[in-house]
């Protein structure tokens, strides 16, 4: 293991929560597994622990937790299904994660005899037999044998840190970029803080890098990180938003690992040092604010704050205002 990064000793207290944000570093499709109850009822839940096993013959595998309010569903059932969804249906997958009782009333489905729920729009769907359960830890482990399987051509929903992330909202973006001046940065984040730079003006502001060409996104901003002495791992994109002067800003998280000395011009800041009325440009206030608090959550998405300042579009989900959208995510 690399010496940047951060470790868990094994024999120390555990934390399960940095346990599962470690997981979390494994990017994921988002499935929902669903199953016939006793009485004929559709239940199903949101899985993202899915994975292939075996072509021959043709295996994969579910984990449900003992917790999960269908637990006793795929417990005694001897058949489910796996709906691998596009990305289109986000907030589908928010409704399954959830614990309300009437989740197919929402969805369009469809059921055949001998076969499990399937979830319209899907990018696949497998059918399976149950070929045994293995009770592991705080969940139970489901090997179906696949007895048929349809696809759909759609893109992925993918999820990773906690969060969605949209594998065409980055290519959206660029296309706006005629007549825009296009900036690239990063919230590099470190032990609860981020990483700002002073301008010129005497403002702090993210990391970042104006582009010459649309597609030296990454590769222009990864030059401009390594000019703050700081070591930084790019991962997935977090917002897009306007400021003035025809600038089309596209933000991404990273994870901070080494910095050299701080200085006057390049500094970590948390949410009680972040020196607020000095940030430039001035969207950037609101868009930090509500990465901190997606941070308390525990739960992010990717935003696009471009026709009206106050609205915020999760992937999957017409826009709302902030107050809205993260009375949602508390209840959640």
Known sequence: MEKNLVSQDAEAAFDTRAFRRALGNFVTGVTIATAIDAVGRPRGLTVNSFTSVSLTPPLVLVCIANTSACYEVFHHSNDFAVNILSEDQRTISDLFASKATDKFDHVSWSVEPGYAPQIHGSMAVFQCHIESRVQAGDHVILLGRVKHFDVNARRPLVYAQGGYMSVSAQHAAVA?????????????????????????????????????????????????????????????????????????????????????????????????????????????????????????????????????????????????????????LTKE
Not at 216 to 242: M, N, P, R, W
């Open 176 to 328: 706006r970029a005629p007549g825009h001046t296009v900036l690239v940065s990063c919230i590099a984040e470190r032990d609860g803080g981020i990483l700002m730079v002073r301008n010129a003006d005497g403002r702090w502001e993210l990391p970042s890098a104006r582009l010459a060409e649309p597609m030296d996104q990454l590769s222009s901003l990864s030059e401009a990180l390594k000019k703050t002495g700081g070591k930084v791992e790019i991962t997935f994109l977090y917002s897009v938003f306007e400021s003035p002067k025809q600038t089309l800003n596209i933000v991404y998280r990273g994870t901070l690992a080494e910095l050299d000395t701080p200085s006057d011009t390049v500094s970590i800041r948390d949410e009680a040092t972040m020196p607020w009325r000095e940030l430039n440009p001035a969207p950037l206030e609101g868009m930090l604010r509500r990465f901190f608090r997606e941070r308390e959550l525990d739960q992010f998405g990717v935003y696009a704050d471009v026709a009206t300042p106050a609205l915020v579009a999760r992937v999957g989900t017409v826009p709302e205002i902030w107050e809205s959208y993260v009375s949602h």
